[in-house]
């Protein structure tokens, strides 16, 4: 129990450190007055003049910087992001957000389920015929999969099946009924779960293999158990363990990934809105993706963690 | 490939060695090469843009018909000195700190531990999207963002070998004859964190590498001349695919093979010196 009790507070620690850093460079590097009001912020015409003073108000640029910070912070954890830079300040980054994050979710829930579905049989055909010419080709195309860029990959499967083939569209529409737009999410997903399924079917195959020199294997083959009923009801199980750590701990790393995939097929997520923000230089919003994304990745390890000592007694402090 | 320990190097690692030797070359030399101009325009009268791949052209040429074999070599140029920098400066930084926070322990390791941990728990391609986008977007910076991204996971490296050897009796009789501590980090530890390192920094500038196609790909590479991802990036947008993939597929090969070639090299020094704290 006390662990937890740590490892919440440490990362809620790291949250805040985090939220800092990001505030205050954005602040402070970028100039926040300009990026709203553009060439007239820097103007001495009273118009001009006047218009400062109003944004100032409006978005509290004339208190101390701390001030800001924890003003932004109260807001945040309610689930205000504040509004966007720009003339009209609309709409709220909040509505931005909820509008994109869920495609984005999609796209990762999506890639890891096939990422799964991929290596799981994958690494059991291995297993089974550990370094068999099937098993040595696995190995290499494993290899290849891992050693290749994501954007490579994603501009590869476009390429292949998007133009060439044209089994999938290569537009997104947010119009689209669900179902549709599941569809089109499904070559960026495959995308990002292609490299994924080769990590994870290195580690389940070599867990696979060590699982089934066990004792408990030789006596269930020995009371005449099929070799596949073996590998399926027997091996399986207990060699998850691994898997599920790294599926928890590179969900993380694919947010990343995804961020550059959802640009490259279009699709109007957190990806896309954080390049459009950083064009635009609207620094609220990529604050407040930032955060999100921060967030999700401190979330994802923490409950790896609380995952991992539930599957396993022998880990439990 | 990495699960067994293999005591020969064989003969494919000296294949991705050369390739790199080669590439490395062809980067350095680009500019006294007999290879075209990659700036030049080389149209052709009654024929529009972009061109196959031919004899003249062999990579083909963009919509501009700028040469893309040209503009490949020249594009390596900036893809590899990024890749190179960054490391060198994840090594340098990280490499330095993580051998004395491992040496020292105490109050230095916590600090540096902690560190290393916020910058591991960060999502690094999002730092170095803040970086850029708030920095300018020189050769410079980009390298040195990657670097600052290299220093977390270089480092977490290097303090876990030291502290695996710092107890070793090899550095208790250095301590025993008097050596200081500036003798006995140099003379003593280094050499045997040098090695692991070495595989880790292979495996790093393939990292590096494809970051910089990332950021290219988010729009917040090298501003001014071609880099690999920005290559690859021009020739991938659907219509490009579809009437001219050479654009991006020239890139995405050689891009492919030189990330390969860092992987499998780093990987081989790894299971040759048999390094097992490697997770990348």
Redesign the interface.
């Known amino acids: 129990m006390n662990y937890w009790v740590q490892r919440l507070t440490a990362s809620l620690m790291?949250l805040l450190?985090?939220s800092m850093l990001?505030f205050a460079?954005?602040n402070l590097?970028?100039d926040p007055l300009f990026n709203i009001l553009g060439p007239a912020a820097a103007d001495t015409k009273p118009e001009s003049l006047e218009k400062v003073a109003a944004a100032k108000e409006l978005y509290y640029l004339d208190r101390p910087l701390p001030e800001r910070y924890v003003r932004w912070l109260g807001d945040m954890v309610t689930g205000d992001f504040g509004v966007q830079f720009g003339s009209t300040g609309q709409p709220p980054v909040s509505e931005l957000v909820k509008e994109r994050f869920p495609r984005s979710l999609t796209l990762l829930v999506m890639a890891q389920l096939l990422a799964a579905m991929i290596a799981i049989p994958w690494a059991l055909i291995s297993a089974a015929r550990a370094n068999k010419p099937a098993d040595r080709i696995s190995?290499v195309n494993s290899?290849?999969l891992?050693?290749?860029?994501?954007?490579?990959l994603?501009?590869?499967l476009?390429?292949v099946f998007?133009?060439k083939l044209g089994w999938f569209p290569?537009t997104f529409k947010a119009t689209d009924p669900w179902l549709t737009r599941v569809y089109q999410t499904f070559l960026p997903a495959l995308t990002i779960a292609l490299p994924a399924a080769a990590v994870y079917q290195r580690l389940l195959r070599?867990d696979l293999i060590t699982t089934l020199q066990e004792d408990f294997i030789l006596m269930a083959r020995s009371k005449g158990v099929g070799r596949r009923r073996v590998l399926f009801k027997h091996a399986l199980r207990p060699s998850l363990f691994s898997f599920i750590t790294v599926f928890g701990i590179n969900t993380?790393?694919l947010?990343?990934?995804s961020?550059?995939v959802e640009?490259?097929f279009r699709i109007p997520g957190l990806?896309s809105a954080?390049?459009e923000a950083?064009?635009r230089?609207d620094f609220p919003v990529?604050l407040a993706i930032?955060m999100i994304?921060?967030t999700a990745?401190?979330l994802v390890?923490v409950l790896v963690d609380a995952v991992y000592t539930l599957i396993d007694p022998r880990v439990r402090r | 490939m990495s699960d067994t320990i293999n005591r020969r190097l064989g003969p494919l690692f000296w294949i991705a060695v050369g390739w790199l030797v080669l590439i490395s070359l062809l980067a350095l030399l680009a500019p006294w090469l007999p290879i075209k101009d990659p700036d030049a325009y080389y149209l052709v009268r009654g024929e529009r843009p972009p061109y196959a791949p031919s004899a003249t052209h062999w990579f083909g040429t963009d919509q501009d018909a700028r040469d893309m074999f040209a503009r490949t070599i020249f594009g390596a140029r900036v893809s590899l000195v990024i890749g190179f920098v960054a490391i060198a400066f994840g090594m340098l930084v990280g490499g330095t700190t993580g051998v004395v926070a491992g040496y020292l322990r105490g109050r230095t390791d916590r600090i540096v531990s902690f560190v290393f941990i916020v910058f591991l728990s960060f999502p690094s391609l999002v730092l170095a999207i803040l970086i850029t986008a708030l920095l300018d977007r020189g050769l410079v910076t980009i390298a040195l963002t990657l670097g600052v991204l290299a220093v977390a996971p270089v480092g977490r490296l290097a303090r876990a070998t030291t502290l695996s050897f710092a107890e070793r009796e090899f550095v208790t009789a250095a301590r025993a004859i008097g050596a200081g501590d500036r003798r006995i980090i140099i003379r003593e530890l280094l050499p045997n964190v040098v090695i692991p390192m070495g595989a880790l920094a292979l495996l790093g500038m393939a990292v590096a590498i494809v970051a910089e196609g990332g950021l290219a790909f988010l729009g917040l590479s090298v501003e001014k001349g071609p880099t690999w991802g920005k290559l690859i990036l021009i020739g991938a947008g659907s219509r490009e695919l579809e009437k001219s993939p050479w654009i991006a597929f020239g890139p995405i090969i050689i891009l492919f093979i030189t990330v390969l070639s860092l992987n499998y090299a780093g990987d081989r020094v790894r299971s040759y010196f048999d390094v097992r704290e490697i997770g990348l």
């Open positions: 790291l450190a985090v990001t460079a954005m590097l970028g190995t290899f290849l891992i050693a290749m860029p994501n954007f490579a994603a501009v590869i476009k390429y998007g133009i290569l070599t993380g790393t947010i990343g990934g961020l550059i640009n490259i990806g954080i390049v950083i064009l230089e990529v930032v994304i921060t990745f401190v390890n």
